[in-house]
């Protein structure tokens, strides 16, 4: 990734691939596809981990218990599933159908329990109205008892927006504002569609917009982060947020927050 870039695309095979390591302070990320029988075994080392499974199906092995996630088709079709990971553990996986998982890693606590997310322990919010509609699903943000990690999925309808009003998180100005760095990674559907993200602060010294397309991936260090989807396509982003302080308290645009009173 260059130097001022955000957008990260990465061809994506077999095995683990690092997508997010070292261009953050807290967050790094990981994809991990395995095949059908396939294992893998890691150390989470100092690191909290949120294992979120995007598709298949698979059994995880942790301090001899064990624990299976999924099936899950795509993200589009069947809620998610997750498993949450304190610091100084290891995990063994093992593939019971082709499966892409997301890891998520902070630096976390050595204490802690080890959390299964199911779909009954998810949070759905559907938020908007007309052309701003969309489903949020928190994963791991009430159900763990994570040092930094936050993460949840967003759901766009066609041809609609969210992160809508623009809202920013970059400044630790509590109670109003907590800072939080964030990534989405997205996904569409179809596969050949795309989105567009748009990533500015309110002096415009960073006023960007990337186009995202399946499996694309987007740093947030600041500003304001709305995303819309192209008409006839549904648009998916796994967010994954952490800060000094794990509350996620906001602050609008002041020119687009009068859009709340359409909802």
Same mark, same amino acid.
């Given at each position: ?38 294992? $893998? ?122 992160? $809508? ?34 990533? $500015? ?34 648009? $998916? ?27």
């Amino acid at each position: 990734m260059s130097e001022g870039e955000l957008k990260i695309k990465k061809p994506l095979s077999r095995g683990k691939t690092w997508l997010v390591n070292g261009e953050l302070e807290l967050i790094k990320f990981a994809l991990l596809r395995l095949e059908e029988d396939e294992e $893998y075994l890691e150390e989470t080392g100092k690191d909290e981990l949120g294992i979120i499974l995007l598709s298949g199906k698979v059994n995880i092995e942790l301090e001899q218990k064990s624990y299976s996630l999924g099936p899950r088709r795509d993200v589009f079709l069947d809620f998610a599933w997750g498993l949450y990971v304190p610091a100084q553990r290891t995990w063994k996986i093992k593939a019971e159908q082709n499966s892409e998982l997301a890891l998520c890693y902070a630096p976390g606590p050595e204490k802690g329990e080890v959390v299964l997310i199911s779909p009954k322990e998810l949070v759905v919010h559907q938020r908007g109205k007309d052309h701003f509609q969309r489903r949020v699903v928190d994963i791991m943000v009430s159900q763990v008892p994570a040092r930094y990690l936050l993460i949840g999925e967003t759901f766009n309808l066609p041809g609609q927006w969210s992160s $809508y009003p623009p809202h920013r998180h970059d400044k630790h100005n509590p109670p109003e504002e907590y800072r939080l760095e964030e990534i989405y990674f997205y996904k569409l559907k179809p596969e050949q569609g795309f989105g567009l993200q748009r990533i $500015y602060n309110d002096q415009r010294t960073l006023d960007k917009v990337y186009l995202v397309e399946n499996n694309d991936l987007i740093i947030f260090k600041e500003g304001y982060h709305p995303v819309v989807s192209a008409p006839g396509y549904w648009l $998916y982003y796994l967010w994954v947020l952490a800060g000094p302080v794990r509350i996620m308290k906001t602050v609008d645009d002041p020119a687009h927050s009068w859009v709340h009173s359409l909802e």
